[in-house]
């Protein structure tokens, strides 16, 4: 199934899936796809710039730099194109570990199913945003998060959070 969800199969040997992870795990990305485009609908997302504070949890959702949204929200991961790597917030040296929680149960799951991708601090996803995506989106299936968000960072640095709690601000 992972193989149909991509333009190219992934050439990431530990993509080996049993047919119950495959489901499992392929059912994730649908519902990537299908929380992003609610969220855009709902918020216009796409329109919103963004601003995260670790000490709060808290992320801002902005529009001309004043924020119209604020929810609570932890990082999963961040996607650095440049380096072509995914990096798990739990091994983060610069996340701090409440905002990080999250993500571990993805390394638990992965050390419970032996998938290394997904129990490895760093992945090399061939500088594919697809394969950081579908990261992302395990992290989001397994997480009791409302909503995933990327925020562009800069210099090719993708932060990927997982959203709760979305409200209005004034």
Do not use: C
């Amino acid at each position: 199934m992972l193989s149909k969800l991509f333009k190219k199969k992934p050439q990431v040997a530990d993509f080996d899936l049993t047919a119950e992870q495959d489901e499992y795990l392929g059912n994730a990305i649908s519902e990537y796809n299908q929380n992003i485009s609610e969220m855009d609908e709902k918020y216009e997302i796409t329109k919103l710039g963004w601003g995260y504070e670790q000490d709060t949890m808290i992320l801002q959702l902005l529009k001309n730099g004043s924020p119209v949204y604020e929810a609570d929200a932890q990082i999963a991961g961040s996607f650095y194109a440049p380096h072509g790597t995914w990096e798990w917030a739990w091994n983060n040296p610069n996340v701090d570990k409440e905002v990080s929680s999250a993500s571990l149960t993805v390394k638990n799951y992965g050390i419970k199913e032996g998938l290394d991708y997904l129990s490895s601090g760093t992945v090399n996803v061939l500088g594919s945003e697809e394969l950081a995506a579908y990261l992302a989106a395990v992290a989001f299936k397994l997480s009791d998060a409302d909503y995933i968000y990327r925020g562009a960072a800069g210099d090719g640095l993708s932060v990927y959070l997982l959203v709760s709690n979305i409200r209005a601000i004034g």
